[in-house]
């Protein structure tokens, strides 16, 4: 097993799968502005790191992740101009960017709360797994700034359509984890006991796979949603023709034909 230190987060390499963890759950494991970059810069790293075949996020205590510490980052924040905020928000912003850019599964094993951009983080998961006991909401209105953040705007909506987007964007209000179930937020909700378990399985399972494969079709479901139909047609069939020349590709026709 594999650790390495950063900033408020802890980080765990075994059998091809990452496990990032918040890790302040004295503050529900509210990121810092440390945090924040630490964070950016890993997902990058984590793209390029063949090593890593399945990325989990979860959260240590009653908390996944609260969002950004607002005792951190408020104050700075408020005193900073508008070049400087600007720079923030790009920087917060690769942590999204990076998760989605990643060409390996990434799985949001939601343990508790998740608030505000660690909502967002969450969202930017291609599985999420919620605890019973877990609850979500996009909390920017409490705090009186917009919930357009690490791009809240861009990746609700496509998730769960634009009505329950737009509810939960301009209220704030929290949701439960069946809530989040039934209008297709996460993908399963199991009892509290039960998420580090289900989690596992679903991490090794994914695992187990062509990384090739699991690449290619995560790059494939994300650029085709700037497509047209036919264009996605010519894209699927040009990755197609790529992955049917691989070794991955032989080896899995091999094992299926006998």
């Not at 765990?12 to 004295?26: H, I, M, S, W, Y």
């Not at 020349?245 to 032989?250: L, Q």
Request: with cysteine; aromatic share 6%; proline share 3%.
């Amino acid at each position: 097993m594999t650790h390495r230190a950063y900033s408020g987060f802890l980080f765990t390499l075994e059998d091809g799968v990452a496990t990032v963890q918040f890790d302040r759950p004295a503050k529900l494991n509210a990121l810092t502005l440390e945090a924040y970059k630490q964070l950016g810069e890993m997902a990058f790293d984590l793209r390029e790191d063949d090593t890593v075949r399945v990325v989990v996020i979860t959260g240590t205590g009653k908390g996944f992740c609260s969002g950004g510490d607002l005792n951190d980052i408020g104050g700075k924040l408020l005193k900073a101009n508008s070049s400087e905020l600007m720079a923030f928000q790009r920087m917060a912003g690769r942590i999204t960017k990076g998760l989605l850019a990643i060409r390996k599964p990434t799985i949001a094993a939601i343990n508790g709360f998740a608030g505000g951009a660690g909502a967002v983080i969450a969202l930017a998961c291609d599985f999420r797994i919620a605890a019973e006991s877990a609850r979500i909401a996009f909390s920017f209105p409490n705090v009186g700034v917009p919930s357009s953040d690490l791009g809240a705007c861009w990746l609700l909506p496509r998730m769960i359509g634009l009505t329950k987007a737009m509810e939960l964007l301009l209220t704030g209000d929290a949701i439960d984890a069946h809530t989040a179930e039934r209008i297709g937020l996460v993908n399963r909700v199991v009892p509290d006991d039960k998420l580090e378990g289900e989690t596992r399985c679903l991490s090794r399972r994914l695992a187990a796979f062509s990384p090739l494969g699991n690449g290619m079709t995560k790059t494939a479901v994300y650029k085709e949603l700037a497509m047209d139909f036919d264009s996605a047609i010519d894209f699927e069939g040009w990755l197609m023709s790529l992955a049917l020349h691989t070794e991955d590709s032989k080896e899995g026709t091999r094992a299926v034909s006998g």
